[in-house]
């Protein structure tokens, strides 16, 4: 799963933080750990990511494309 993976430290990821009112904003945080960056090319890996929980097994990068999956959580092969 995942052919298209790669290995990112400690990345720069998007966080949306609420205010008030249905008003929000997005931060720039630093995720500590390891990453890998896939781009998800069928359904059984879309339907994987959709059971991860966000801020906890996967975060949306600042820049590029795909999503950072934890190491933990990432399926072993």
């Known amino acids: 799963m ?3 993976r790669q290995i990112i430290e400690n990345p720069v ?3 949306r933080e609420d205010l008030f009112e249905n008003k929000f904003v997005y931060r ?3 995720a500590r750990g390891l990453f890998f960056r ?3 090319s069928t359904w059984k890996e879309i339907s994987y990511i959709r ?3 966000k801020g906890l ?3 949306v990068p600042v820049d590029g494309d795909g999503l950072l999956i934890a190491y933990k959580a990432m399926p072993r092969k």
């Open 51 to 53: 059971l991860l929980e």
């Open 13 to 15: 990821v998007l966080r």
């Open 28 to 30: 720039q945080l630093i």
């Open 57 to 59: 097994t996967y975060e």
């Open 2 to 4: 995942f052919s298209q």
């Open 38 to 40: 896939v781009i998800p």
